[in-house]
């Protein structure tokens, strides 16, 4: 997620696509990291675990006369921007552990090119239909990721460079997920990490924390494709 329309708390300064952001997990506040480090925790740490509103400053790009400021409590979210209020309801219960779900070790790493990789699967998936489904298989080996998929219209075959550390794994996933996720980030490269063909596997970058996704692998034929 890019910052660029917020403000620091801590220096009231606005972010730029450069600067290195940290994001309070509790409350979701964008802050610079050196002024985060600075502070000690995040500026609204005083209200944690309060009904006492946060308020994130947001810059309009097209009219920097305007801010729209965000007051979060407990229950309500409010967004309010010149003479206009938004008010929102929270959803209650406890959110999803997301950090339980995602694998603390691994055994295969790959470095690869995004747009190879998403070119080829989006290459093997072409015999995939919303009516003949069929996971995306790949195997992570010797520095090559091979990819393939069949169905009752035929069988795709294809193969990319990759930097390769730990075993061999192969393994299977749903194609829409998979590229979903390499569409939406913006990096030259990414990282997988792979623990078992049955685990969750993880995309991220080669550098830094802009995002991570977790991906449900599904389970494989014993058939062996190519």
Same mark, same amino acid.
């Given at each position: 997620?890019?910052?660029?329309?917020?403000k620091?708390?801590?220096?009231?300064?606005?972010?730029?696509?450069?600067?290195?952001? %940290?994001?309070?997990?509790?409350?979701?506040? &964008?802050?610079?990291?050196?002024?985060?480090?600075?502070?000690?925790?995040?500026?609204?740490?005083?209200?944690? $675990?309060?009904?006492?509103?946060?308020?994130?400053?947001?810059?309009?790009?097209?009219?920097?006369?305007?801010?729209?400021?965000?007051?979060?409590? =407990?229950k309500?979210?409010?967004?309010?921007? $010149?003479?206009?209020?938004?008010?929102?309801?929270?959803?209650?219960?406890?959110?999803?552990?997301? =950090?339980?779900?995602?694998? *603390?070790? *691994?055994? /295969?790493k790959?470095?690869?090119?995004? =747009?190879?990789?998403l070119?080829?699967?989006?290459?093997?998936s072409?015999?995939? /239909?919303?009516?003949?489904?069929?996971?995306?298989?790949?195997?992570?080996?010797d520095?090559?990721?091979?990819?393939?998929?069949? /169905?009752?219209?035929?069988?795709?075959?294809?193969?990319? &460079?990759?930097?390769?550390?730990? =075993?061999?794994?192969?393994?299977?996933?749903?194609?829409?997920?998979?590229t979903?996720?390499?569409?939406?980030?913006? %990096?030259?490269?990414?990282?997988?990490?792979?623990? *078992?063909?049955? *685990?969750?596997?993880?995309?991220?970058p080669?550098?830094?924390?802009?995002?991570?996704?977790?991906?449900?692998?599904?389970?494989?034929?014993?058939?062996?494709?190519?």
């Amino acid at each position: 997620m890019k910052y660029t329309n917020y403000k620091c708390p801590v220096c009231n300064n606005q972010f730029t696509e450069d600067d290195d952001v %940290v994001v309070c997990p509790e409350c979701g506040t &964008p802050h610079h990291r050196e002024c985060y480090i600075q502070n000690g925790n995040c500026a609204n740490a005083d209200k944690h $675990g309060t009904n006492e509103p946060i308020e994130v400053e947001f810059v309009d790009v097209e009219d920097n006369d305007e801010t729209i400021t965000l007051n979060i409590g =407990k229950k309500y979210i409010l967004f309010e921007v $010149g003479n206009y209020r938004i008010v929102s309801r929270l959803l209650e219960g406890e959110f999803f552990n997301y =950090k339980n779900a995602i694998p *603390s070790e *691994s055994t /295969t790493k790959a470095r690869v090119n995004l =747009k190879l990789i998403l070119d080829s699967v989006e290459r093997t998936s072409l015999l995939i /239909t919303s009516k003949i489904k069929s996971p995306v298989r790949c195997i992570f080996d010797d520095n090559t990721i091979r990819i393939s998929s069949a /169905t009752s219209l035929g069988a795709a075959t294809d193969k990319i &460079p990759a930097s390769i550390e730990g =075993k061999r794994l192969e393994i299977g996933f749903n194609n829409t997920y998979l590229t979903d996720c390499l569409r939406t980030v913006d %990096v030259d490269e990414v990282k997988i990490e792979l623990s *078992s063909p049955v *685990s969750p596997i993880i995309v991220k970058p080669v550098e830094g924390d802009n995002f991570i996704f977790l991906i449900i692998p599904m389970r494989l034929k014993n058939e062996n494709i190519g």
